[in-house]
């Protein structure tokens, strides 16, 4: 198994910046790639970003990009997301979660999940 615990959320007003993070533990972190989706209340888990197990490759929703980069340190067993010039709309929980699949943009790949983090944005 793999546990993941999300911190860093928070309430923030629009344009500010907030870097999640990911603590990974259990099973070998490094073999998985990670992910970050979000759900807003009433709202299905959206895809946000993923990256490979070595951490070279990305990919990120493509409305996200630009603002949204995620990144890992192995040696840490942690996965960040940096979002950048927030909106309103960017308001949800915002979870982590572990995949050995190729489909890095559908929740149903992932195979371990964390509790989340709530992100506010006030306009």
């Known amino acids: 198994q793999v546990q993941l615990v999300e911190s860093g959320g928070g309430l923030v007003q629009a344009g500010g910046s907030l870097r999640l993070s990911c603590a990974a533990s259990?099973?070998?972190?490094?073999?998985?790639?990670m992910g970050w989706f979000r759900q807003a209340p009433g709202k299905e888990r959206a895809f946000v970003a993923a990256?490979?197990?070595?951490?070279?490759?990305?990919y990120s929703a493509g409305s996200l990009k630009g603002r949204f980069t995620i990144s890992r340190d192995n040696a840490k067993n942690m996965v960040y997301l940096q979002i950048n010039s927030l909106k309103p709309e960017d308001t949800a929980v915002y979870y982590c979660g572990v995949t050995s699949t190729t489909s890095w943009n559908s929740p149903k790949s992932y195979e371990y999940w964390g509790q989340g983090t709530q992100v506010t944005v006030s306009s």
């Open positions: 259990g099973r070998r972190f490094s073999n998985y790639a």
């Open positions: 990256i490979s197990w070595s951490g070279t490759s990305t």
